[in-house]
């Protein structure tokens, strides 16, 4: 069975501290791996897409990176703003459009 | 910054009661979905549509549920009869592609229903 999953559920960083959310997975073929950010009440917000082992993006205070098993979203010198649940989901070969297969994100609380 | 807009926001209805939840997605995408979100788990997959018919649907999207785009801006989620497990936000979302490497899906804001 495919499946996604986060660590850590929850992350409470200083501003400027930097560190690094997991994300891995066990899919029958990975087609795209996507992370969104999502704000309380919200829906979520797209960030990334990865489709290769090695890939990697990146987006002001962001950087996405894939393996075969796992991606990692690092967070640079984080902000207040940075606040919010990170959702990692997985996009398959198996399936004909985007069906997302989400974990259960990360909560980011960044204190100033 | 074009965008997926829903409506209602939030909406209370009463168990068995019909609901009908609307969106409006990206004007130049040409698939839509439906996710759902109970409070405090995943974000789960819903159902698929383009060319006017369902391309994929999961479990959950059983015979209470239906979709349909009845003019070229809207995208609507019925359900017909509603039970307490209903209330969740359900989420929109629409893509220019499928298949292309370079797609993306966003969401619209969300459309709470709570059923009580």
């Known amino acids: 069975e495919d499946q996604v999953t986060q660590s850590p559920e929850a992350l409470r960083l200083q501003e400027g501290e930097s560190s690094s959310l997991n994300c891995s997975y066990t899919?029958?073929?990975?087609?795209?791996l996507f992370w969104y950010r999502q704000d309380p009440g919200k829906g979520p917000e797209f960030l990334f897409t990865?489709?290769?082992a090695g890939e990697e993006k990146e987006k002001e205070r962001l950087k996405a990176t894939l393996t075969k098993k796992e991606s990692f979203l690092h967070i640079t010198a984080p902000k207040p703003e940075d606040s919010a649940t990170y959702l990692c989901a997985v996009q398959t070969w198996m399936d004909s459009s985007y069906k997302l297969i989400f974990g259960s994100g990360t909560r980011l609380l960044v204190r100033p | 910054e074009p965008e997926v807009t829903q409506t209602p926001s939030h909406q209370v209805t009463q168990m068995g009661q019909e609901v009908i939840l609307r969106c409006v997605p990206i004007?130049?995408?040409?698939?839509f979905y439906w996710y759902r979100q109970i409070l405090g788990q995943k974000v789960e997959f819903l159902v698929s549509?383009?060319?006017?018919?369902?391309?994929?649907k999961s479990e959950i999207f059983d015979d209470q549920f239906s979709v349909e785009r009845p003019d070229g801006s809207n995208f609507t989620l019925k359900i017909r009869s509603t039970k307490l497990e209903d209330s969740a936000m359900y989420f929109c979302?629409?893509?220019?592609?499928?298949?292309?490497?370079?797609?993306?899906?966003?969401f619209g804001e969300g459309s709470r229903l709570t059923v009580l």
């Open positions: 004007s130049n995408h040409l698939y």
């Open positions: 990865l489709y290769s």
């Open positions: 899919v029958s073929g990975l087609r795209g």
């Open positions: 979302a629409s893509s220019e592609s499928e298949t292309e490497n370079t797609g993306e899906l966003f």
């Open positions: 549509f383009y060319n006017n018919e369902i391309s994929e």
